[in-house]
């Protein structure tokens, strides 16, 4: 029943637009911070959390620090590109509402390795409220270019399905 309510209820999905936007604002005004600043380096934050992986009172667990310390900090430049862009692009795609879910997932990725390298902030709220989103799948979407976009591009998978299969028909 609650699941239902989430999934389908409409003034549900007016609610889920409101925390979708909310969210969405927070990761855009992030990413483009860190764009527009041009002082963004992701090297002295994994530096930071490695760290605090060892040792007595270790913040970080140590497979993340091991994680960090064996891909991310030989790859801070990539890392740096990816979470700059990442927040702006996941932002975005959440106030417009456009493949909702999937700007979902990702920002609850970045939002969980921020959490995993000791940076509590606001990511723990961010996690409960996406959490939400990606829960009520498609109506998170509803009020926003999901409403047109989904649809549209099921229906042009089916005809492409469709296609296929009479082509296969044939050959056959």
Known sequence: MIMNFIRNNKVMAGILAFLRIYIGYQWMTGGYGKIVGGEFDASGFIQGAIANSTGEGATVQAWWGTFLETVALPNAELFTYLVMWGELLVGIALILGIFTNFAALMGITMNFAFLFSGTVSTNAQMVVITVFLLIAGYNAGRYGLD????????????NQTKGQKEKDTVAA
Request: charged share 15%.
């Open 147 to 158: 409403r047109w976009v989904i649809p549209f591009l099921k229906s042009h998978m089916t």
